[in-house]
């Protein structure tokens, strides 16, 4: 099945940049899905970008 | 019944699909032993002995698909005599399908290029060992 990349990646001998579009088995998608390497990457929320209190 | 789309089933290195690819095939075989004597009554008698198989996988040439695995990667595994891992399998598996997984080596690459025509491969890829099969769930 086919793939956006989010976030760089290497694996199984492959090099991936952010935003390429590979052909992989099933099983290796779920792999790349549970690592995390198939999902936008998360927004900081505003509390977290706000994370420096001020005295 | 669940017949599908000879398009659909791909050869993959490391779980990455063989880029450009038109044609596709994976043969298994398996050797006999003959132990035919006067007492088989006329009729051949075998035993099972090795079984072995091989991929192959024909298509255009693509030496910069940094994406899938290319011309340049099937010549790197067989230049660097490498065991890779194949899996031939559908694109979009569903339940009961099955896929095959084994280790082989590259053992024939072919480049050609006819005038005013595209530029294809082709390659052979001899199994080592054992060949599993896997149903989606």
């Given at each position: 099945?086919?793939?956006?990349?989010?976030k760089?990646c290497?694996l199984?001998?492959?090099?991936?940049?952010?935003?390429?579009?590979?052909?992989?088995?099933?099983?290796f998608?779920e792999k790349l899905k549970k690592k995390g390497y198939l999902d936008?990457?998360?927004?900081?929320?505003?509390?977290?970008?706000?994370?420096?209190?001020?005295? | 019944?669940?017949?599908?789309?000879?398009?659909?089933?791909?050869?993959?290195?490391?779980?990455?699909?063989?880029?450009?690819?038109?044609?596709?095939?994976?043969?298994?075989?398996?050797?006999?032993?003959?132990?035919?004597?006067?007492?088989?009554?006329?009729?051949?008698?075998?035993?099972?002995?090795?079984?072995?198989?091989?991929?192959?996988?024909?298509?255009?040439?693509?030496?910069?698909?940094?994406?899938?695995?290319?011309?340049?990667?099937?010549?790197?595994?067989?230049?660097?005599?490498?065991?890779?891992?194949?899996?031939?399998?559908?694109?979009?598996?569903?339940?009961?399908?099955?896929?095959?997984?084994?280790?082989?080596?590259?053992?024939?690459?072919?480049?050609?290029?006819?005038?005013?025509?595209?530029?294809?491969?082709?390659?052979?890829?001899?199994?080592?060992?054992?060949?599993?099969?896997?149903?989606?769930?």
């Amino acid at each position: 099945m086919k793939v956006t990349i989010q976030k760089a990646c290497k694996l199984h001998g492959n090099n991936w940049k952010k935003g390429d579009t590979p052909t992989v088995t099933t099983a290796f998608a779920e792999k790349l899905k549970k690592k995390g390497y198939l999902d936008a990457p998360k927004k900081k929320t505003e509390d977290e970008s706000n994370d420096i209190t001020e005295e | 019944m669940a017949i599908f789309n000879g398009t659909e089933l791909g050869v993959y290195i490391d779980s990455t699909l063989i880029a450009a690819a038109t044609d596709c095939s994976l043969s298994l075989s398996m050797e006999t032993i003959d132990i035919t004597t006067k007492d088989s009554a006329g009729w051949r008698e075998l035993l099972a002995g090795t079984r072995s198989g091989s991929i192959s996988c024909s298509g255009l040439i693509d030496y910069t698909d940094a994406s899938n695995k290319d011309t340049t990667d099937l010549f790197a595994a067989f230049e660097n005599r490498t065991a890779l891992s194949l899996t031939f399998e559908k694109a979009n598996e569903v339940t009961g399908d099955l896929s095959f997984a084994c280790t082989g080596f590259l053992t024939s690459l072919e480049q050609s290029g006819g005038t005013e025509d595209t530029a294809t491969y082709s390659a052979t890829f001899e199994i080592s060992g054992v060949i599993t099969d896997t149903a989606a769930s």
